[in-house]
């Protein structure tokens, strides 16, 4: 059962582990894990909106109208920003250039499994970014995470995937977990959230730590321990726990598991 190891329940797992820590300001590895697995955010919804995407027509009208979908369907839970909740309201019409915001890089996990081309994983991920979330900051930070699945998952060392991002996006990966917690407040801008993800999982080595690195940063909770718990599944080695997996895949909706199962085939 590949979707209950690896892929997007990797994200899952990381963005309902982390929501209850998401505005507690956590500075400790050594947190209770999970506090509670009872609920989901955007993050997982509309990673599942992009899965649903990818086994259709990848056409930038489809997935903006499963964004639209997945979040009209959810627009009653207190997860959305209001930026983006306008964007749904509007019928996806509001001009959204300059949004810099890390909810283009937290729902990407899927296309780093949507093909093993690095330069189609690089294309989807900027046109995913794009439609809700239209900067250079944003689809950096969506192709970044995007990039790490696909490397990870087909067998590159942390060393090569910290060398391809820091020279691709300009990210800074040599800092350590420990330095970063010392300063770092509550981000949402892509620069200042999506390496410092990506360092979380470099400095682990099994899932269950790079989630507890991205928690005890203290910043956007279940956005970076989505997006770090999402590099973390595709690495060998270091899939989700099975207790872990099977309780988050549990509480997700009958059509996001069916969702899940067939993109990953089971």
């Not at 749904?88 to 283009?104: C, M, Y």
């Not at 900067?135 to 970044?144: F, H, L, M, V």
């Amino acid at each position: 059962m590949k979707y209950l190891k690896t892929g997007i329940i990797g994200a899952i797992c990381g963005d309902i582990i982390g929501l209850p820590y998401e505005f507690r300001g956590t500075r400790t590895k050594d947190f209770n894990f999970p506090l509670k697995l009872n609920d989901f955010s955007d993050d997982t919804i509309l990673s599942i909106a992009i899965t649903h995407w990818l086994m259709g027509e990848r056409t930038e009208a489809l997935l903006r109208q499963h964004l639209l979908d997945y979040a009209i369907r959810f627009k009653d839970k207190d997860v959305w920003g209001r930026g983006f909740m306008a964007w749904v309201e509007s019928g996806g019409t509001i001009d959204r250039k300059g949004v810099a915001s890390n909810g283009a890089a937290m729902r990407v996990t899927a296309i780093g499994y949507a093909s093993d081309d690095l330069q189609e994983v690089l294309r989807l991920a900027d046109m995913s970014a794009r439609i809700t979330h239209d900067s250079d900051e944003a689809a950096r930070g969506a192709q970044a995470s995007a990039a790490a699945v696909l490397m990870a998952r087909t067998g590159h060392s942390k060393d090569e995937v910290r060398h391809y991002i820091e020279q691709t996006f300009n990210y800074d990966l040599s800092r350590r977990v420990e330095e970063i917690r010392k300063d770092y407040q509550f981000e949402i801008l892509c620069d200042r959230c999506v390496p410092e993800a990506i360092i979380c999982w470099l400095q682990s080595s099994t899932y269950e730590e790079a989630v507890r690195n991205a928690v005890s940063l203290g910043g956007d909770a279940d956005t970076q321990a989505a997006i770090a718990g999402g590099i973390a599944a595709a690495t060998p080695g270091m899939e989700v726990p099975a207790e872990l997996a099977q309780a988050c895949f549990d509480l997700l909706p009958d059509d996001f598991k069916d969702t899940l199962m067939r993109f990953h085939r089971l």
